[in-house]
């Protein structure tokens, strides 16, 4: 059996990384501080880090490399090799903002605005690497391999995925916060389809008679 390696675009390679940078960004210095969460995968990160005190930078890397190795079959090879730049770009800079004390620690007062801010952070991060044909987490890789298994529908799985850890995260998570925290989901979700609405750049058919 032949292996090939996924044949990537620099330009989408530098999107993936710099996008789920952007979202480490905000994990650090919205989600992580405010007690705003987020549910699926970014959620359960947050739950570790509260109650095992396990560095994101961590737990984002194995948990989203469980989820693409579970989903190997269901996705394309490009798929994969986006999401691992995109992940890989995440953890790093997830770890060299841990350097750095938060920008703005009064957000952890503000737990609307929180979620507000702590949405665009998230919906456009996630949006961009998915528009081009990756995942910043493992939850796009999780909801396929449900769907192939179980034939439900990715936004129901997505739905009891978001649910399920914000409902684990009422053990330190006021009520009152987590219906913030869906919000914030609700708004990233909806950011993430609208961008992926957004055409990207046809390829250029070359000229009868030109050589690319």
Not at 72 to 89: H, P, R
Not at 93 to 104: D, G, R
Not at 108 to 113: F, G
Request: hydrophobic residues 50%.
């Amino acid at each position: 059996m032949s292996f090939s390696l996924p044949k990537l675009k620099s330009t989408y390679c530098i999107i993936a990384f710099l996008a789920s940078a952007f979202q480490a960004f905000g994990m650090y210095n919205i989600h992580a501080l405010s007690g705003v969460t987020e549910g699926g995968i970014f959620g359960l990160i947050l739950l570790l880090d509260h109650w095992l005190h396990l560095s994101p930078a961590i737990t984002s890397f194995l948990l989203n490399g469980g989820c693409y190795l579970l989903g190997w079959k269901t996705l394309g090879k490009d798929f994969i090799g986006y999401s691992v730049v995109a992940s890989l770009g995440y953890s790093a800079s997830y770890a060299i903002c841990e350097q750095f004390p938060p920008l703005w620690p009064q957000i952890a007062n503000l737990p609307l605005t929180a979620a507000l801010v702590g949405a665009l952070f998230i919906g456009i991060g996630a949006g961009l690497v998915v528009r081009i044909g990756g995942a910043t987490s493992g939850d796009d890789a999780l909801a396929m391999s449900l769907r192939a298994i179980t034939g439900l529908r990715v936004e129901k799985i997505y739905l009891i995925s978001d649910l399920t850890v914000l409902a684990l995260s009422l053990s330190y998570i006021p009520l009152r916060r987590i219906g913030y925290s869906l919000l914030t989901v609700i708004l990233s979700g909806q950011i993430i389809g609208w961008i992926q609405k957004i055409p990207l750049p046809k390829k250029r058919t070359p000229h009868p008679g030109c050589k690319e």
